[in-house]
């Protein structure tokens, strides 16, 4: 396409992701937003593309001991390790809250077995929501999480299993501690995925040096914020290039620049995670920052912008 | 909907009180709102250290709209030590006022204890300020003879002080205190470390008074979202659905038979 004769003032932000029109292409990366309400006093949710909870299980988890979290060069650690409040309460309360506002909603699902995943997803197949993004990456958990996410095989063998319970598309969320990003996005694919989403956290460690021992109690953390950007664009060109899905891309995302670059690269939309906790209206900022480039440029509609780097 | 931000504050002072310890004033929309107890999340302007770094408030003056926090240079490259490079009239980024803070009007027509400990003392000057009660005795700890905001306790009620070397008052930490001045209270409030909330936790307990305690831990988000900061709680939280309760948004003051520390 001509991008230079594009209208100069009308762009069109809207994205469609498996089927799903986002009124934008920006999302909260899950854990970092909690539930939505927790930052509604910051942001006005009507103004995201969608809004992804923090991720929930068929029954409440406690997560990990304290310290969770801790403070690396460019970024953080953590090692919350999945604390939510179960499927039944988050029902409840949660997606009613989220209702009220303009946004889509993307719920999290995460699970220690086969069982609990498909579970949940059977669950929200019943319940007002946009789409289901199944979390086979976390690292922080000793069972399920990324032991789904690290094998090929047992991605593509979880994905079919949430797709038979599941109503509305299934995203889902791989982890960068693989040897092949592509590998992997190409075995959710063949095991039905409508989306993938990239990338989780970077399993790292942090000593303090003065009391000679783990800052998090996990001993294990996963890195995150600008320090991983480059590694997240990185791999969402790879999977890009590798797979047909709809791509979120995500991994220290801090400004519009850093989401446009994804965009570039390969993702379709762009989730925002640790910059939240710098700046709470970070989201809000992120898709008016993206408007502009898109103005400046003459870009008409987002679609438009993506994987064009090549 | 969306009406609370970040926001860019002035700093109208800055001030070295002993070796290590700061004292900073600043002019800012949150001294409206703020309470003894609460904290700010106080952002570098390095972005290398992105997350904010919550400090407990000190003293409010809504007359000016200002805010000052005494706070510890934590270390070497750390944001704090940032903090207290920053000079009156530079500017800084700030969320708050965030958290519970304490409540005051449980004091009132009591005997009352107001305890601080290292860097768990400066918010014990804004709340006996405030406190209106019977008998108020600050019974404050300290390592060595650097005790900083000593004057401005004095100022405000009956004064004990503890310190490690035994350089100040009775040698010792702020139990020794209470049991070398044989002090009585119905109502306790306190900020410290761990070990000394879990003493006076303990004390509480067996006297049957009613005790309340601040508590510290490392955070991320300052506004409940990210599940960092969490403590255990005797009881099933109805918001986290599990026995952990939120020490920024729950707390961080909450009653000691609350939580499992």
Redo the contacts between chains.
Sequence with gaps: MDVGKKAENAVDMRVNIAGIVWKNPVTTASGTFGSGKEFAEFVDLNKLGAVTTKGVANIPWAGNPTPRIAETYGGMMNAVGLQNPGIDLFCERDIPFLRQYDTKIIVNVCGKSEKDYCEVAERLSHEDVDMLEINISCPNVKEGGIAFGQNSKAAEHITKAVKRYAKQPVIMKLSPNVTSISEMAKAVEAGGADAVSLINTITGMKIDIHRRQFVIANKTGGVSGPAIHPIAVRMVYEAAHAVKLPIIGMGGIANAQDAVEMILAGADAVSVGTANFRNPAVTMEIAAGIESYMKKYGFACVSDMVGIVD | ??????ETVKIISQECLAEGIYSMWMETEAADMAKPGQFLSM?TND??????RPISICEIDKVNHRLRVVYRVT?ENTGTEQFSRMEEGESLKI?GPLGNGFPLERAKGKQVFLMGGGIGVPPILELAKQMDCTEKQLIIGYRDHHTFLKEEFEKNGQLFISTEDGSVGTKGNVMDAIRENALCADVIYACGPTPMLRAIKEFAAEKSIECYISLE???????????????QSKEKDA??????KRIC?DGPVFLATEVEI
């Design positions: 909907m969306a009406d609370r931000k970040v952002y972005a290398g250290k992105l997350l904010p270390g969320l831990e490392r955070m991320a988000c300052g506004i409940g979202a990210c599940l960092g900061c969490v403590c918001h986290s659905n599990v026995k952990n948004k």
